[in-house]
C-alpha cells in the first residue's frame, strides 16, 4: 500500500519537472526558430554586421574564458565556488591602470613631451600585464588563507558565505580607496582602441581592434600554457590528483595544502592577465567592474561543465558569441544585454546541469 | 627569542597595514571627527588631538593582539616587551614612513585625491598633525612604539593580577547560582511567566514608541521591516538550507504591485491599500513558486548564482525601457498609495510602525507554528540531507518550493508596506546589496533562530541607522562580519537549538546531553 503511494508520488513530481522542461524548452526554441526565419526572410542584417558580431563575441569570450578557468580550477578542487574571483578580476585592472597612469607621468622626450608609455608601448603592456597579474595573484592567495582555508571541513554552505563577505569587501575597499568614479584606461597611442585592421566586407568597413587582437591572442597563448601546464607537469598531476581525492592524493605524499595556495595562484593570475586585457581593450574600469564578468564566466562553466578546463574554454567562448547576438536575434534591447547570459545559466541547468563537456555528475556535486 | 622577534614583527606589520587601509578609506578621520566630537567639539575630518587619540586606542589593541597567545603558554616578561615593542615599532614604521609621505606630497600640492579618495588635503592636513611631514612620522612613530609596549605591559599586569578571571569569575557564579536555584527555575519556565513577557514585550513595543521622535521610530520601522524579511529568507536558508541570494526580487515584486496598483502614475488605478496587501503577498508568493520551479533541482552554491541571476534579471527588467509601459522604467513610481483606516489617515511613521510590528508577528507566529510543524520537520530533514530525506518519503521538491513560496510571500509583503511608507519605489532600490544585507543578518543572527533574525537585524540595520557618519563603510564592515563570522561562529550569535549541535565541528567535543535534550524536544 505505502510502496504504490511512494511510486505515485515519485512519478508525479518527474513528470511536473518533465512538463516545466517540455513547455520551457518548446517556449524558448520555438521563438528562437521564428526570429532566425523572420531574420533570414528579411535580410535585416548583412555580412558585415555579423563579423563586426563575431569579432566582438570573440574578443570577450576570451576575456571570459580566462576568468571562467578561475573558476573551475577552485572548483575542481575545492568543490566551492570562489565567488569573490570576479573582484580578483576587479583589482587586476586596477594593478595595470596605475602602472599605465604613471609611465604615462614620465617625461622621455623633453622636446616632444612624449612619455615612456607612448615611446615604448611594448615595455609598458607588459609591466602593466606582471603588475596586474602580480596584484589578482596576491589578493587571490591572501583570500585564500584568509577567508577560505580556515573552513576548510565546514560544511558547503558555509566557506560560500565567506566568499560572499570577502567579495563585498574587497568592492567596498577599492571603492573606499580609489573612489566610485570610472576610470579611463590610459593605454599607448599606438594601442588606441579605435585603431586596428579594417577589412571591407559588403561595401561598408569591418573593424578589428589591436587591443581585441592582442586580448584574443594572448588569451589562447595563456589557455594553451594553461592545458599544457595541468596535463604534463608535476604540478598539474598534483592539481589533478588532489581534485580526484584529497586524501588519496595526500597519502600519495602530495601537499595538499601547498596544492590549493599554487591553484588559487594560477587561477588570480589568470584573473589578473584577463583584467588588464579587458582594461586595455574596453577602457574603462571601476570597482564594480568584477561582478558581471565574474557571473558569466560562472554562467560559461556551467555551461561548458564545472570543474572542465576545455569546457570553461569553450563555454566562454559561446557566452561571449551569444551575447553578442542575442540581442540582434532576439530582437530585443541591448541594455537587456546581462539578462541573456543569466537566461542562458537558468535554461542550461533546466536541461543539461552537467553542462556541454562535463561528466554526468552525481547529486552530491550538483 | 628569535621567534618573539618575528611574532612581534609580523603582529606589527598586520596592525600596520590595517592602519594603513584605515587610513586609505577614511576611517581615520571619520573617527577622528567622530572622537573630536566627544572631546567636546565636532570639527570635520577630525582634529590633531583626536587623531592620535584614535591611532593611539588603534595601537592599543595592537599591542593586546601582538602578545596574544594560547592559554596554555606562560607569557615570560621578555615575551610581552619584545612582542609589544617591536609590533610597535613596526606599525609605527609602516604609518610613519605613509604619513612623512604623504605629508612631502601635501607640501608640494600634488593632488592624491585624483588616485586616493580618501587624501584630500583637508584630510592629510589632519592625517599630518598639522606638523611638517618629518616631524609627524616621527611623532606618529614614536607614539604608536610607546602606545604598543604600554598596552602590552598594561595587560600582562591585568592577566598577572588575574582582574580579568576575577570578574568573569564573580559573574559566572551569580549567573549559575541564580540559574540553579530550583524556585527561580519554576518560574522561569512557567507558562504564566512567558505570556507575562510576552504580554509586556508587546506592551513596550506598541506603548514605548509613542515617547519616541519620527527619526527613532522611522529606523525602528526599518529594522522591522529587515525582521519580517529576515524572517522569510531565514525559512528558505535558515530552515530549508536554500541559499537565495535574488531574495531582493521578492521584495521588489511586493513593492512595485503596491506601487502600481495604487498610484497614480503610470496606470492610474488607485486601488485602495488594504486589499492590494494580499494581493502583493500573493503575487511575490507565487512568482517565488514560479522562480523555483526550474532552479530547485540544484543545490547549494549553484542555487546560490541561479537565484542570484534572478534577482538581477527581475531588476534589469524593471529598469529597462522595454518595460516601462508598465513598471516606469528607472524613473521608478511615485505617489505610492497610503492606508486609511475607518476614514482617518493611517501614515504617520507610527502607524507605520504599528503595522510593521503586526506583520512581524505575524510572521514570526506563522514561521513559529511552521518550524514545529511536519512541514519544518521536512524542511530541517532536507537542509540536512536531501537524499536521505527523499528516502525517508518526503517530497523534497514540494517542500522546497513551499519554502520558496512563503519566504517570498513574506518578502512581497515587506516589500508592501516599504513602499507604501516611503512613497517611492525606483528599481535601484531593489540591488543585490539588499540580498545581501538580508542574508548577513540571517547569518550574523543565527541560521534557522527566530531571536537570532530579530537580533541580527538590530545589530545590522539599527546600528548602522544610528551612526550615519559611518554609514560608508557599513558593506565593507558587512564583508567582513560574514568572513569573521563563518570563521569564528558560523552558527551565528544567537544559535537555534539544531544548528548549534550541527555546527559543532568534529574535532570540539559535543554535549551529549544537550543534544539528547534537544532531540526530546
Known amino acids: 500500500m505505502t510502496e504504490v503511494a511512494v511510486r505515485g508520488r515519485a512519478t508525479r513530481r518527474f513528470s511536473a519537472f518533465r512538463i516545466v522542461q517540455i513547455v520551457v524548452g518548446a517556449a524558448v526554441g520555438g521563438f528562437i526558430i521564428w526570429r532566425l526565419l523572420f531574420l533570414v526572410v528579411t535580410g535585416q542584417y548583412g555580412p558585415e554586421f555579423w563579423a563586426r558580431i563575431l569579432i566582438g563575441g570573440l574578443i570577450i569570450g576570451a576575456v571570459y574564458a580566462l576568468i571562467a578557468i578561475g573558476y573551475t580550477l577552485v572548483y575542481g578542487i575545492l568543490r566551492m565556488i570562489n565567488f569573490a574571483h570576479g573582484e580578483v578580476f576587479m583589482t587586476g585592472t586596477f594593478g595595470g591602470y596605475f602602472v599605465l597612469e604613471g609611465l604615462g607621468a614620465i617625461i622621455v622626450d623633453p622636446a616632444t613631451g612624449t612619455n615612456f608609455r607612448d615611446a615604448f608601448p611594448v615595455v609598458a603592456i607588459l609591466v602593466a600585464f606582471a603588475v596586474g597579474i602580480a596584484v589578482s595573484l596576491s589578493v587571490a592567495f591572501m583570500l585564500e588563507q584568509i577567508a577560505y582555508r580556515p573552513l576548510r571541513k565546514a560544511p558547503r554552505l558555509i566557506p560560500l558565505i565567506s566568499a560572499i563577505g570577502a567579495s563585498f569587501f574587497l568592492q567596498n575597499l577599492f571603492q573606499l580607496i580609489f573612489g566610485a568614479q570610472r576610470r579611463l584606461y590610459p593605454n599607448p597611442t599606438s594601442l588606441n582602441a579605435h585603431l586596428g585592421l579594417v577589412f571591407d566586407i559588403n561595401g561598408s568597413s569591418v573593424i578589428i581592434p589591436y587591443t581585441g587582437a592582442l586580448t584574443f591572442v594572448l588569451a589562447v597563448t595563456l589557455m594553451a600554457a594553461l592545458y599544457t601546464l595541468v596535463q604534463r607537469t608535476r604540478l598539474g598531476r598534483a592539481m589533478r590528483a588532489v581534485a580526484e581525492d584529497k586524501q588519496t592524493a595526500a597519502l600519495m605524499g602530495i601537499d595538499v595544502d601547498r596544492v590549493i595556495s599554487q591553484t588559487f595562484l594560477i587561477s588570480g593570475s589568470l584573473a589578473g592577465a584577463a583584467a588588464v586585457m579587458w582594461g586595455l581593450h574596453y577602457g574603462q574600469i571601476s570597482f564594480f567592474i568584477g561582478f558581471t564578468p565574474g557571473i558569466k564566466a560562472f554562467t560559461a562553466d556551467v555551461l561548458g561543465g564545472i570543474g572542465n578546463i576545455p569546457g570553461a574554454m569553450l563555454g566562454a567562448m559561446l557566452i561571449g558569441l551569444i551575447e553578442a547576438i542575442g540581442p540582434a536575434v532576439l530582437g530585443i534591447n541591448p541594455q537587456l544585454k546581462d539578462v541573456i547570459a543569466f537566461m542562458v545559466l537558468v535554461l542550461v541547468l533546466l536541461f543539461r546541469p552537467s553542462g556541454i563537456l562535463g561528466e554526468v555528475l552525481s547529486e552530491e556535486k550538483v | ?521
Open chain 2, 1 to 521: 627569542m628569535a621567534e618573539n622577534i618575528q611574532k612581534g614583527i609580523i603582529s606589527g606589520l598586520i596592525v600596520g597595514v590595517v592602519m594603513l587601509l584605515l587610513a586609505l578609506v577614511g576611517f581615520v578621520n571619520t573617527s577622528a571627527q567622530i572622537i573630536s566630537g566627544l572631546m567636546g567639539k565636532t570639527v570635520e575630518n577630525g582634529t590633531p588631538a583626536s587623531l592620535l587619540v584614535f591611532l593611539a586606542i588603534v595601537s592599543f589593541f595592537g599591542g593586546m593582539f601582538a602578545i596574544r597567545a594560547p592559554h596554555h603558554i606562560a607569557k615570560s616578561w621578555a615575551f610581552v616587551v619584545v612582542r609589544s615593542a617591536l609590533s610597535g615599532l613596526a606599525s609605527g614604521l609602516i604609518v610613519g614612513v605613509f604619513t612623512w609621505i604623504i605629508g612631502t606630497e601635501l607640501a608640494s600640492k600634488v593632488e592624491m585625491r585624483a588616485y586616493l579618495n580618501a587624501l584630500s588635503p583637508d584630510n592629510v592636513r589632519v592625517m599630518t598633525v598639522d606638523q611638517p611631514a618629518l616631524l609627524a612620522g616621527l611623532t606618529i612613530f614614536g607614539l604608536l612604539t610607546a602606545v604598543s609596549l604600554a598596552s602590552g605591559v598594561l595587560w600582562h599586569l591585568v592577566t598577572l593580577a588575574g582582574i580579568g578571571r576575577l570578574i568573569t569569575g564573580v559573574w559566572t557564579d551569580t549567573v549559575s547560582e541564580v540559574t540553579s536555584n530550583p524556585g527561580v527555575q519554576r518560574v522561569a519556565s512557567s507558562k504564566t511567566t512567558r505570556y507575562l513577557v510576552y504580554a509586556a514585550l508587546i506592551l513596550t513595543l506598541f506603548v514605548l514608541p509613542r515617547t519616541f521622535n519620527n527619526f527613532i521610530i522611522h529606523t525602528l520601522g526599518t529594522v522591522g521591516i529587515y525582521v519580517l524579511i529576515g524572517l522569510g529568507l531565514n525559512i528558505v536558508v535558515g530552515l530549508a538550507g536554500l541559499l537565495d541570494l535574488g531574495y531582493v526580487a521578492f521584495f521588489a515584486v511586493g513593492s512595485f504591485v503596491m506601487a502600481l496598483l495604487t498610484a497614480p502614475f503610470p496606470h492610474n488605478l488607485l486601488w485602495s491599500f488594504w486589499p492590494v496587501v494580499p494581493i502583493c503577498i500573493g503575487v511575490a508568493g507565487a512568482i517565488g513558486v514560479l522562480l523555483g520551479v526550474p532552479v530547485l533541482r540544484l543545490r547549494g552554491d549553484y542555487l546560490a548564482i541561479v537565484t542570484l541571476g534572478f534577482g538581477e534579471i527581475i531588476r534589469i527588467l524593471i529598469k529597462s525601457d522595454d518595460m516601462a509601459w508598465l513598471t516606469n522604467g528607472p524613473k521608478g513610481v511615485t505617489n505610492v498609495g497610503q492606508p486609511i483606516l475607518f476614514g482617518q489617515k493611517f501614515n504617520s511613521e507610527l502607524d507605520f510602525f504599528y503595522m510593521i510590528v503586526l506583520g512581524a508577528m505575524a510572521v514570526i507566529f506563522v514561521t513559529n507554528r511552521l518550524e514545529h510543524s511536519r512541514v519544518g520537520r521536512s524542511w530541517i530533514a532536507i537542509r540536512e540531507d536531501e537524499t536521505v530525506a527523499r528516502a525517508m518519503g518526503i517530497n523534497t521538491w514540494f517542500y522546497k518550493l513551499l519554502a520558496f513560496g512563503i519566504g517570498a510571500a513574506f518578502a512581497g509583503l515587506g516589500g508592501a508596506l516599504v513602499a507604501s511608507r516611503s512613497l517611492f519605489v525606483g528599481p535601484e532600490d531593489y540591488t543585490l546589496l539588499v540580498s545581501i544585507n538580508v542574508l548577513a543578518l540571517v547569518i550574523v543572527g543565527g541560521m534557522g533562530s527566530i531571536p537570532g533574525v530579530i537580533l541580527g537585524a538590530f545589530v545590522l540595520k539599527g546600528i548602522p541607522e544610528l551612526l550615519r557618519d559611518l554609514d560608508q563603510y557599513r558593506v565593507l564592515f558587512f564583508g567582513i562580519l560574514l568572513v569573521v563570522m563563518m570563521i569564528l561562529r558560523p552558527q551565528g550569535i544567537w544559535p537555534a537549538q539544531r544548528r548549534r549541535l550541527e555546527m559543532a565541528r568534529d574535532d570540539e567535543p559535543v554535549d551529549l546531553t544537550q543534544s539528547a535534550e534537544g532531540a526530546a524536544k
